[in-house]
């Protein structure tokens, strides 16, 4: 190559060199100046200190947050910010960003310029120099204090309402029991008035005693709903074992063995899995479900069809009849606490589909129902196929 051409290559290379760099300084003034625009404006005090503790950038929402301008702060021990008995705190995290630990999210209390404590969390990041050497540490302290008031209050308030709810169960438990006696006692007095009486006393006199029996009768009914629904209530976790649900549903029909006969229910049980739960508890959901298919049955015969089907990582459970079925309306509202649809037309307490909603959602379940008035009404429920 010839030697002016050569030079003039020369030249044009390190011209190329010098563009260049111009370039990467441009470019680096502009990313300083983009990253120092991101720290002004953000809403956490972003705060800059070297590995005594000294503070050497603070931005603007540190300011904010803390009181001190950045004059003041500049130069000061990073422990202007501590309140009583949190120094030797502050010289701990010190000590994990000399031995490259980052601290994330630690949620302590600093002091402002006034003296009014805060509620921080702190991210803690070491600072390191072109050669790797960690020279400082960068703190970005979010104000939580609002936050954390409100958990407190929201915790406060949970564990009044946890209180109250537990003194409630505990005061239907009790009161339910305890009215038990004398209601007998009435019931017990009423019926020998009548067999003592019955012959002195008129036919209004002696229809009287009789709703007095029915009533306290009835009443006893329900304050034996309510004991059972109080119990499910009061139990925080039911007893997790395994239990074949056809056997829960053969003690059921066994419990209701002259409702089934008297009615001439025809029963159609399929193949029913084992799941993880309480013997006791299943077996009530079941005689509630199946009672009901046989008390509000239409003129004909009971048919109740009772199966279950995987479905995800659930079993769904159906118990179905050929009853009068349910308005679309009333479909969720059937699972309400003293929920009577047909009033005195049938009896009951109103208790029996709350019960079964409790104790369905006691396993990790959930159940409605579908039907309508003349078809039938098919009860659902799920029950996990495995319970952690």
């Known amino acids: 190559m010839p030697p002016v051409l050569a030079s003039i290559l020369d030249v044009f290379w390190v011209m190329s060199l010098v563009g260049l760099f ?12 983009l990253l120092a625009s991101i720290v002004e404006s953000s809403d956490d005090a972003i705060i800059g200190k070297d590995l005594n503790g000294v503070i050497t950038t603070w931005n603007k929402a540190a300011e904010r947050i803390f009181g001190y301008s950045a ?17 030797d705190e502050m010289l701990g995290i010190l ?26 969390s702190l991210t803690v990041s070491p600072i390191l120099d072109a050669h790797g050497k960690i020279i400082g540490a960068s703190k ?32 239907a438990y009790v009161t339910a029991h305890d009215l038990q006696e004398p209601l007998r006692g009435i019931s017990a007095m009423s019926e020998l008035l009548l067999r003592r009486y019955g012959g002195q006393l008129d036919q209004g006199a ?14 006893r009914d329900l304050i034996g709903d309510l004991l059972k629904y109080s119990k499910t209530l009061n139990e925080t976790d039911i007893p997790r074992t395994t239990i074949a649900t056809k056997a829960a549903v053969q003690w059921a029909v066994n419990n209701l063995r002259l409702a089934i006969e008297e009615s001439g229910a025809v029963l159609d049980i399929g193949d029913l899995p084992e799941v993880q739960g309480d013997m006791v508890n299943l077996v009530l959901l079941f005689q509630n479900l199946i009672g009901n298919a046989i008390k509000y049955r239409d003129s004909g015969r009971p048919r109740i069809g009772i199966s279950a089907a995987a479905e995800n990582h659930d079993w769904v459970f159906s ?8 308005d679309p309306a009333y479909h969720k509202t059937v699972f309400g606490l003293f929920k009577r649809l047909h009033g005195a037309r049938y009896p009951g307490t109103g208790i029996g589909l709350a019960l079964c909603r409790r104790i369905v959602e006691k396993h990790g379940g959930s159940i409605w129902v579908e039907s309508e008035p003349g078809k039938g009404a098919t009860f659902k429920f799920t029950l996990p196929r495995e319970m952690s």
């Open 22 to 33: 111009s370039q990467v300084l441009e470019s680096d003034v502009e990313t300083r100046r």
């Open 71 to 87: 004059e003041e702060a500049i130069g000061q021990p990073i422990t202007i910010l501590a309140p009583p008995g949190r120094s």
């Open 95 to 120: 000590d994990q960003i000399r031995q490259g630990r980052r601290v994330d999210h630690y949620e302590t209390i600093r002091r402002t310029k006034d003296g009014q404590l805060l509620q921080v």
């Open 140 to 171: 970005i302290a979010r104000d939580i204090t609002e936050r954390k008031l409100a958990e407190d209050a929201l915790a406060e308030q949970a564990e009044r309402l946890a209180r109250s709810n537990a003194d409630l169960q505990q005061f």
């Open 206 to 219: 002696q229809e009287l005693i009789a709703h007095v029996v029915a009533s306290t009768d009835r009443m």
């Open 319 to 326: 118990v179905e009849d050929n009853g009068i079925g349910i």
